[in-house]
């Protein structure tokens, strides 16, 4: 947008992968000055690989070009995925992944990701240990961002990316808001990281004799395990979902002894997939934590005239397959993008509302079909079960919805509505 440009204070509120991706779309812009708070003392993301499409690496190099290379140097891989079935009469048989199999993919360890967004980015932008206590509007304009200890900060903008239980999320819906406080699910997960010659000992050479990458998934009746192999050496990541009848809603994770957990895996003859109860059983030899899996209800907005949400302070998109990154760099990309044209402090609202406009419907959509994909993968969607002819055509139809991303398009839009807007 044309005319003299103010500095625009931008406040990012948590440390994971689509902050990080903000934070650098936003160093691209002179006019914006950006922090970047992580309340816990480091900046990690300790959460499952990311697959990442080449739609991914797209918005990465928009959101700035010299990240070019930084999936390279996060060691990420070319891999391929396959699904089976874990259970019942069809237990050992592939899925048709069909269509799955268009999108060429990249697997990458999340830390190592976070790590190399951060690489480069001036220390004094990122603030570690930082926990906000509230988030109060200026009435003139702005907000102000309340430490733990006392301290206060300024900014013409906050962007929320906090998590499930941040503090962004009351700020922008309201304390009263039925959408403000996430749901369990019922389900729990699970996610480990172990060396490579500890999972060969309990797995075998099946799956982890080559130096061949691979996503392989075991859908069971109410659980699902997943392998990570990134190559020959190369730690192996391994998660376990299950359905939880048993534990209270009010919980943070089921807690289980190590019999419990291997009963509730009982329905699952593989080796393979008895190789990984037992690697994880003998890990925790007195309790096991699955984390209660948490999902948002559809929010009526991301945004305030001040302040925004993205990531899972926003949304419920299941953290399976990568979906969750690919949605957080969309949003990442198009709220740098809208910032990036203002030239004013009193376009901010504007430029707010556009992201919303456009951002938050692809959102719920991805968060809908994820939650579809969930269902399936846990043995628990009632029309497909454990069937492997009808599993397959039912996940190729979400991943479509999901994974096609169409960036190029979503970035028209919000232009064609700021704009509008602006008029």
Known sequence: MSGPQSTIRVAIVGGGIGAAALLRGLLRHSHIAADIYESRPAFKDEGHIIALTSAAEDILLKLDPSLDDCLSRAEAVYTSTEFRIASGPYAGQLVDSGSMQNYREKMVDPQKLLDELLRGTP???????????????????????????????KYDIVVGADGVFGSTREFVLGPDDPALRPQYTGVWRLPIKVPYKKALEFLGPEFLDSNRPCQTSWIGDGVFLQLDFMGLEKDVHIAAYAVNSGYSPEGWASLLTPEEFGAVFASVPLPVCRGIVNLIKSLYTVQIAGISYMQHKPARTYVTKNAALIDDAAHSVVLVQGMNALIALEEAYILSMLLGRI??????????????HVCRPRAEAAAHSTIQCGLVTIGKDQEVGLDPYLVGPRLQYHWHVIKDSKIEAQQAEAIRVMDQLMM
């Not at 990122?126 to 961002?145: D, F, K, M, Q």
């Not at 030239?343 to 919303?356: H, M």
């Open 123 to 153: 220390p004094r932008m990122i603030h570690a240990n930082s926990r906000i206590s509230s988030i109060t509007e200026v009435s003139g304009g702005g907000v102000v961002l309340n430490f733990v200890g006392g301290a206060q900060k």
């Open 343 to 356: 030239s004013s402090r009193a376009a901010i609202p504007v430029a707010l509302q556009a992201f919303d």
